[in-house]
């Protein structure tokens, strides 16, 4: 894999885009330091996981096609985001006349970790991370993608960004007491359900608070950022990170 300099397009979440574009400049640092050629295609646009969430998944053609049209032509798309990439990958639609097109994309975009994991096969990232950290296994990327194992599953216990951050010197990986429950967003669900979300990212937060975690991390920003509005409003001191900007700044 030493010469193996794959060519990168960049996908950057909306909410990435609009509220943490930190994390996506973090993803780009990294996949560099990596050996990957990486641009960021500058027409993209949503990819339609919010309109075809809220039930109208029929009305996402033309993302769809735009995002075939943007992507298409790159060795690999790569997106911190498990939802995002769940979307493009297994909920689009299928539009006519791009078939052959949808195809080849759909096995060439994958969320960071795995690709990093699956793709350039690293198998030890060196670097230093003195913090104690809790990670949230959120449901798009652990059960759509199998980024984790799930506990309702009789299979070996794995998880792809453990894998990254374990080797990390000085960094404490805590266990859970509930290592895959849902933190509540869900997208339109947080906004329709706001009662329940919001218990339900207590819930989550509590785990990691009666663990003394001082870094809360996971793949998407869209579960980070629920549990840090709840954090906030509730005076914790816990910090949130996304596990590229960890990554990025652990190692040289």
Known sequence: MENFKPNVALFIPCYVDQFYPKVGIATLELLEKLGCK??????QTCCGQPLANAGYERDTIGTTRHFVAIFKNFDYVVAPSGSCVLHVKEHSPRVPSLEKEQKELHDKVFELTEFITDILKVERLEGRFQHRVGYHASCHGQRGLRLASSSELNQIPFN????????????????????????????????????????????????????QVEIITGGDMSCIMHLEGIATREGQKIKFMHIAEILNQAIT
Not at 38 to 43: E, L
Request: hydrophobic share 35%; aromatic share 6%.
């Open 160 to 211: 792809k960004a453990r894998k990254l951050l374990g080797n990390l010197e000085g960094l404490d990986w805590v266990e859970l007491d509930r290592t895959d429950e849902c933190c509540g967003f869900g997208g339109t669900f947080a906004v329709t359900e706001e009662a329940l979300s919001i218990r339900m990212g207590r819930d989550r937060l509590e785990d990691h608070l009666q663990h």
């Open 38 to 43: 990486v641009s960021f295609p500058a027409g």
